[in-house]
């Protein structure tokens, strides 16, 4: 017997989920953990998020604060509070379908108030992880600080108690154990950018390293 076998032709034939970038391969329900550092143990009760730097009202917030802030956000129909969707990692992952819970940054911008609107933000863990994007990618319901997954409370190893998301750029870029955004007027690289990851990361575009 010549030819390929069904099996082959089986898979060459399926149609390629529009869902995934270029380069990009679906890994179902599984979501690998990645991570460069020791995952921290936080205690959600001493942890804070603060936005800092190039803005009117430089403000912190507690966990319970932050979760007052979203019921009240979602009580008075404002931004909103879930992602539903996929997320692409840079290593060619991506996770379809996907959803998390948390409170939009838009929220949050909002009370702290930049003093620009073509700045960029430096994003910092509390292991000391940064990543750097420009603002306007963290404005308009294009990011959130999640702290649950599908309905469950967000694993230390997937950046709980709270990470940044930001779905629609490569995955390296949402924080995990996030505490700090800092607005600024210049860009400055990242852990990763600095390390020869591209600066912005679109996924469709394919911005996986310095060059792209
Ligand atoms: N603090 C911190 N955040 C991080 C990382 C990290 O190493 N440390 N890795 C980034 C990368 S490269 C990816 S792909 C995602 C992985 O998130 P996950 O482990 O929940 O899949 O987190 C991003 N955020
Ligand atoms: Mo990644």
């Known amino acids: 017997m010549s030819g390929p076998t069904r099996g082959f032709l089986g898979r060459s034939r399926q149609p390629r989920d529009p869902r995934l970038p270029p380069g990009q391969y679906d890994t179902g329900a599984d979501w690998p953990v990645l991570t460069a550092e020791v995952t921290p143990r936080l205690d959600p009760q001493r942890w804070s998020f603060t936005i800092d730097g190039l803005v009117q009202r430089p403000t912190t917030w ?4 932050l979760h007052a802030l979203a019921a009240h956000d979602s009580a008075a129909g404002g931004h909103p509070p879930e992602y539903r969707g996929d997320i692409h990692c840079v290593t060619t992952w991506s996770k379809l379908g996907t959803w998390f819970g948390g409170i939009s940054l838009d929220t949050l911008l909002d009370a702290a108030e930049p003093l620009l609107d073509q700045g960029f933000v430096l994003a910092t863990s509390t292991t000391g992880y940064t990543t750097n994007l420009p603002l306007a990618d963290v404005r308009e319901h294009r990011a959130w600080l999640a702290w649950s997954h599908e309905g469950k409370p ?9 990470r940044l998301l930001v779905p629609h750029l490569y995955f390296w870029k949402s924080a995990k ?7 600024m007027d210049h860009d400055e690289a990242g852990f990763w950018e600095r ?8 996924p469709w575009l394919e911005q996986r390293y310095q060059g792209d």
């Open 177 to 183: 154990w996030v505490t700090r955004l800092t607005v």
């Open 62 to 65: 507690s966990w319970d604060e």
């Open 195 to 202: 390390n020869g990851y591209h600066d912005r990361g679109d």
């Open 154 to 162: 967000l694993s230390a190893d997937h950046g709980g108690p709270v």
